[in-house]
Structures are given as C-alpha cells and as structure tokens.
C-alpha cells in the first residue's frame, strides 16, 4: 500500500527566506508525485508533479522539488518565500497510473513578515 | 486552468435532512473522485468514477452515495445528514494523459455543517 509522510505540521518562515517541505512516500514501484497548495477554505491547487524523467520539478509560483530514489523523498522548495505563500500544503503519491492518490497530512506554513 | 464546479459552496443544514453536493467539469474528463477533509486534515477517497455508470466506493467508508449519469456531473448525496458528516468536500477530475500519467484538478470544495 502507498503511503505518505509530511513530517512538518507547520512551519513558520520570514518573507524572503529560503522554505523547504519534507514529504517522504512509500510505494512499491515508481511513484507519480505531487505537491497541492491549499488556500483557507478552498481547493486544491496544483503546484507540480514528477511522473519520470529530470528528478528536478519545476512548478509554478517559484516552486520546485526534486525526487530522491535513495531517500524515498520529494522535498519541495522555493528559494524566497512571499506573504502570499502562506497556505496548507499537500504531498501526493499516485499509482502507476496516476490516478488512486494518497494524501499527506499537511503542512501549514506561516510566513512573518 | 481547470474548470471544475461544486456547489453549494457552503451549506448549514438540520440533521435528519437529505442533501446533494453537486460537481460538474466542462473538461470531458473520464474519472471524477470525492474526497471529504476534516479542518486541518488530510484528504480521504470517498468515492469516484471512471466513467458514466461507473461508481465505486473509496478508502475511507461514507454514508454518502454517488451517481455519474452524464460524463460532466457527479453529484453527492447524503439521505439523512447528521452531525459526523460535518466536514469539507472536494470534488476533482481527472483525464489519462497517455505516457504522461493523470494530474488530478480539484473543485472549490463545499464545507457543510450539520446542525
């Protein structure tokens, strides 16, 4: 069974400092990868997704993360942080399909001003 | 950009009352899910659909029923709302890119309250 783990509920950060989300999978094959950005009461919005090829994505907003095998890892990251980024973030992994998603717990970032 | 709807977007109700959340997408996609989040929670697959008549239940067990008579539409209904179905739903869609795997988009989601 796939599996996921966002070991950060949340994480506060200064506007302009550097911000990194850890989300570690579990899956049997190779997994399809995605991270979710999640506004205070609305939907999903999709910020990238790995299914093959260069481990390094780059989503929207400024956003990237890279797919490390060895670590079961799909840490996302985003070089300067913007008030606007404060929101709920979500980790996904995919069957080989893609399409039977399980879902991290989430990580709220917080960003002072 | 998505197109994908649910309405209401917000909805207080009594308990005992039958509701429906509706869900429709003008991308002609195939495969529509339910997922149903407390505050601050994970998401959990409650239903989906690969295609018209096509309905199956997922991980996580509701009272909630589903139907998918036309591509575009997947409505949600609970026949006797009670306070445990207070949560948000999201509704999303997906199409099978071929060799590029399925992205799936979401809708605004409807947050109910059962009184």
């Known amino acids: 069974a796939q599996s996921v783990t966002q070991p950060d509920i949340h994480i506060t950060v200064s506007e302009g400092a550097s911000l990194e989300l850890r989300c570690n999978y579990s899956?049997?094959?190779?997994?399809?990868l995605f991270w979710y950005v999640q506004s205070p009461g609305q939907g999903l919005q999709l910020l990238l997704k790995?299914?093959?090829?260069?481990?390094l994505v780059q989503g929207i907003k400024g956003f990237e993360a890279e797919f490390k095998r060895s670590q079961s890892s799909f840490n996302l990251r985003k070089p300067s942080v913007h008030w606007s980024d404060a929101a709920e973030y979500f980790c996904a992994v995919g069957n080989n399909a893609g399409n039977m998603l399980t879902f991290g717990g989430g990580t709220r970032l917080m960003v002072k001003p | 950009e998505a197109d994908i709807y649910q309405t209401p977007r917000y909805l207080v109700i009594g308990t005992g009352k039958k509701i429906t959340l509706e869900c429709s997408q003008t991308?002609?996609?195939?495969?529509m899910y339910w997922y149903q989040q407390d505050p601050g929670m994970e998401l959990h697959l409650i239903h989906y659909s690969y295609g018209v008549n096509s309905t199956e239940k997922g991980d996580l067990s509701s009272e909630s029923t589903v139907s998918r008579i036309r591509t575009e539409h997947f409505p949600l209904t609970l026949e006797s709302a009670r306070p445990s179905h207070t949560s948000q739903y999201l509704c999303?869609?997906?199409?099978?890119?071929?060799?590029?795997?399925?992205?799936?988009?979401f809708g605004p989601g409807t947050r109910l309250l059962v009184l």
């Open positions: 790995y299914f093959s090829g260069d481990t």
């Open positions: 899956y049997g094959a190779t997994p399809y």
């Open positions: 999303a869609s997906s199409e099978n890119l071929r060799g590029s795997g399925e992205t799936q988009y």
């Open positions: 991308m002609g996609h195939d495969k």
